[in-house]
């Protein structure tokens, strides 16, 4: 039984940081690739970060250079640094696990994802 749970959200000043962390069980995290979504209320889920199963990052062009994606795959554990917020980044962040091999823009996009986490909530003001 896959189980992704997300931690670490609440509320920040813009400017500030805050670090996700969200725990996986039931995969091995060094074999899938590895994502966090945001999602505001009324708009679609929207992909912040992805980490492809070789250890190659990708981001979308609204975080790049601000957050950090990184695994500690001992421990089957994703993070996501966010550094600079701003209030846009506000919303709640998924994690979400995929057996995508395929690098690129889909890296971002949720239909490729296979296992999702509840989500914790951010928020930036």
């Known amino acids: 039984h896959v189980q992704l749970v997300e931690s670490g959200g609440g509320s920040a000043q813009a400017g500030g940081s805050m670090r996700l962390s969200c725990a996986a069980s039931g995969l091995d995290t060094s074999r899938y690739t590895l994502a966090w979504f945001r999602q505001t209320p009324g708009n679609e889920r929207e992909g912040v970060a992805a980490?492809?199963?070789?250890?190659?990052?990708y981001y979308a062009g609204a975080v790049k250079d601000r957050f950090t994606i990184s695994a500690d795959n001992a421990k089957d554990t994703l993070f996501l640094q966010m550094d600079s917020l701003r209030p846009y980044d506000s919303g709640i962040y998924y994690c979400a696990a995929s057996y995508n091999t395929v690098w690129g823009w889909v890296l971002l996009k949720p239909t490729e994802y296979n296992y999702w986490g509840q989500g914790t909530q951010v928020t930036v003001s």
């Open positions: 980490l492809f199963r070789d250890g190659r990052q």
